[in-house]
Every structure is written in structure tokens, then in C-alpha cells.
């Protein structure tokens, strides 16, 4: 699948999307109001591959949230506090799961040249 001008994601482009996709599904699948910030993921998953600047900026937020739920997940098991009602041990081992994940897509978006072109007002054209 190509975006609209007709050209390919950069492969750290296309990592990072497949990660954002992959916390996505993984908030979905905790069954919370977390599971709204998982849609919210799926669009803007969509945004980076089209190459739009808003949702690249989206994606670090939202990378920095689920690193935020990732550790206080974490803690609250190295600390040995009972597990909320609304998790259970599998989807609080999943969500420490996210601190990677989350932090795989902030530097995939951030430092990459060919990140950071994909993402720029203006794209120089095919030759």
C-alpha cells in the first residue's frame, strides 16, 4: 500500500506504524477506558503512513502516555501491590510490555533522516 503521492514509507516509518498498531491493539485488548486511547492509536497509525506532520507529533504523546502506563504498571509489580480489579496479572504484565514499545516509536520518529523527511512540508519530487 502506498500513501497518496505515490511513494513508500521509509522503513522506520513503516516500524514505527506497526508498533503504534501493536500498543493499539494492546490497550484495545485490556478492556478499560484505556481501550479508547487504542483507538486512538489506530488513527494515527493511519496519519504516519500518509505522512502528515499532526499525527507524527500524535504519535510521540501517545508513545510517552503508554511508557507512563507501562510504568506505573511495572511498579505497582515490583512493589508487589495487589493488582487492580480492572487488570488482571496478564494485562499488567502486557502493558510493562508498552515501556519498549513506546520508547522503539519515539526514537524511530525522532531520529531517523529519512524519518524526518518523510514527515517535511515539502517532499522533494520523483525523478
Same mark, same amino acid.
Do not use: N
Given at each position: 500500500?502506498?500513501? &497518496?503521492? *505515490? ?6 516509518? +513503516? ?11 494492546? !490497550? ?7 481501550? $479508547?486511547?487504542?483507538? !486512538?492509536?489506530?488513527?494515527? %497509525? ?13 504519535? $510521540? ?5 503508554? !511508557? ?6 511495572? *511498579?505497582? !509489580?515490583?512493589?508487589?501491590? &495487589? +493488582? ?14 508498552? +515501556? ?5 516509536? +519515539? ?7 529519512? %524519518? ?12
Amino acid at each position: 500500500m502506498t500513501s &497518496p503521492t *505515490g511513494s513508500t514509507p521509509p522503513t522506520p516509518v +513503516i516500524t514505527a506504524v506497526a508498533v503504534v498498531g501493536l500498543i493499539s491493539v494492546a !490497550l484495545i485488548a485490556t478492556r478499560t477506558p484505556l481501550a $479508547i486511547f487504542g483507538l !486512538l492509536g489506530g488513527a494515527i %497509525s493511519w496519519g504516519l503512513w500518509q505522512g502528515w506532520r499532526g499525527p507524527r507529533l500524535l504519535a $510521540i504523546f501517545f508513545s510517552v502516555f503508554t !511508557l507512563l502506563v507501562g510504568v506505573s504498571a511495572l *511498579g505497582a !509489580l515490583v512493589q508487589g501491590e &495487589p +493488582i487492580q480489579d480492572t487488570y488482571t496479572r496478564l494485562i499488567a504484565a502486557a502493558t510493562v510490555g508498552l +515501556i519498549p514499545a513506546s520508547c522503539a516509536t +519515539i526514537l524511530l520518529l525522532l531520529l531517523p533522516r529519512s %524519518s524526518r523527511s518523510w514527515f517535511s512540508r515539502y517532499r522533494r519530487p520523483k525523478s
